[in-house]
Every structure is written in structure tokens, then in C-alpha cells.
């Protein structure tokens, strides 16, 4: 019986390296199962066999991302906006054509960089330097309607909009 048992260790490791993890994912998974490891270090103490403790963190790992985490999730997401990213953060915001855009082909200013563009309605055709509105991005492509058919600005565009930028260009 010299075996020193180290198992809590481990579970030790885990839970904290776990817990480190899910600071940079923000998904509340890895945070769920940082939780069956501590789980698992506590029956550790309490003197069950590594069976037990795996069982432990299997157990409570299930239960608290079946349990726990939705609940997480829907108050987390209360408190804290989605707030749209990459492409999908264009889409409400304000262009300048660079050139006639058709419901072929065309191409805009968006946030400062040039984008190829189509426009959202068959027939459709918007000469150079018109203001437009982003309807959807489809792949690398700026789907844009007139601004007064397009609908309004989504509240989360930052107060550095595209408007002032297409304003800056054109002086």
C-alpha cells in the first residue's frame, strides 16, 4: 500500500485547465464539464475507486449541460446583446455605388472597402454614386435595395455608420 492515489490531482488539473478554456470560448460547455471534474475530485477525497470518479464526472457533466446550461445560456444572452459580426454586421447599413449595379453585377463602397453588389429586386439598376442599403450579403456579395424600400437601420450599427464615410468620399 505505498500507492500514493493522485487521481484528485488530476481531476484538479482538469477542472482548472477546463475552466481557463471556456474563459476563451464563452460557450459554456467546457465550464460544464470543469464541473464533473470537480465532482469527481470531491469523490476522489471522499475515497472512490477511478471507476466512481469517472462515473462521477460523466454523470454531473451530463446533468449540468442538460440541466445548468441552457438556463446559462437564456440569462446570459438576456443581459448581454447579440451583436452581429463578419458579414452579417452589413447587413441595414448604407453604401455608395462605385459603379452601376444591376441585378447582374456592380460593385460598392461598404464601410470602406469595395465590395461586388447586385441588386435585391430583378430589373433593378442603381447608377454610380447612389447611397443603396445592404439587404444581404450572399457569399462575398452585397445584396442592395434603394434606402427607402430597404428596411430601417438595425439598432446595434455603431455611431461610426457607413453614412459618414460615403460622406467623407465624396468631398
Known sequence: MNDIEVHWLWWLVGAVGLGVLEILTLDLVLLMFAGGALAALISSQLGADI??????????????LIGLRPFLLRNLRKRTPVTETNAAAHVGRHALTLSEVTDRAGSIKLVGETW????????????????????????????????DTAPQDPPDIPATSPQTEIQEDRT
Open 51 to 64: 471507476t466512481g470518479q469517472v462515473l462521477t464526472f460523466s454523470i454531473t457533466s451530463v446533468v449540468l
Open 116 to 147: 461586388s453588389a447586385r441588386a435585391a429586386t430583378p430589373g433593378g439598376v442603381f447608377g454610380p454614386d447612389e447611397q443603396v442599403r445592404v439587404v444581404r450579403i450572399e457569399g462575398a456579395t452585397a445584396i442592395v435595395d434603394s434606402l
